[in-house]
């Protein structure tokens, strides 16, 4: 729920649950915590994609980007090819990601990481059931210059580039709005738990957020 986002987002970058590469699976403060365990205080990448992504949807800009970048960091290290997960060690302690020994690499949802990554920092948000494209790029500066070519929307080849406070993006058809502003998080549901669709999202009772729960 919105009101309680602010406290998740407090949580997840707590010193005890951010390693400074990436948000453990348990805190250190939990009994069973165990940085080097598979599931209770590891880091996996897929996770944290889906944390950063729903930070920046919630407006938690800075929280979002601390484990975007964090994340890509990570993969630095790693020779660009970031592993299904990693230790949960702090980042204060060593120089890099203290590798699991089992972990899988190449692995498919950590490869698929970086890309939603930087969808999510970039804040591009097709909408194309209403022909809108949502753009507000929160790209670190550090990063600089961004961009991409031959991006597969609306039927066409579209190109997009960030540079500094500029966004631009070529190739839509003339009927697709460009808006200039992040999506809005979906809305709660009432108290009557009636289903209703967010502002934002598609009504289409055949789309999967559509149907009742």
């Not at 939990?30 to 080097?36: E, F, R, S």
């Not at 498919?108 to 999510?120: C, E, G």
């Not at 948000?125 to 991409?148: K, N, T």
């Amino acid at each position: 729920m919105t009101h309680k986002a602010e406290q998740v987002a407090e949580r997840l970058l707590s010193p005890e649950m951010f390693t400074g590469w990436g948000v453990r699976t348990l805190a250190t403060t939990m009994g069973a915590y165990n940085p080097m365990s598979y599931h209770n205080g590891s880091v996996w990448p897929h996770d944290n994609t889906i944390l950063a992504t729903g930070l920046m949807r919630y407006g938690f800009v800075e929280q979002a980007q601390r484990v975007a970048t964090g994340i890509l960091d990570a993969a630095e290290t790693f020779g660009g090819r970031l592993p299904e997960l990693f230790c949960g060690f702090d980042r204060g302690d060593y120089d890099a990601p203290v590798p699991y020994p089992t972990s899988c690499s190449p692995q498919a949802w950590a490869a698929a990481t970086p890309v939603q990554l930087m969808r999510s920092l970039l804040r591009f948000d097709p909408w194309m059931s209403h022909s809108q494209v949502w753009v507000a790029p929160a790209w670190p500066a550090r990063y600089g210059r961004l961009a991409i070519h031959n991006i597969p929307l609306a039927g066409r080849r579209v190109d997009l580039e960030v540079d500094g406070a500029s966004t631009r993006i070529t190739g839509l058809p003339d009927d697709v709005e460009i808006v200039r502003q992040s999506r809005r998080p979906p809305a709660p549901a009432p108290h009557n738990h009636e289903q209703h669709p967010a502002p934002d999202m598609p009504s289409d009772p055949a789309s999967p957020r559509g149907r009742p729960a």
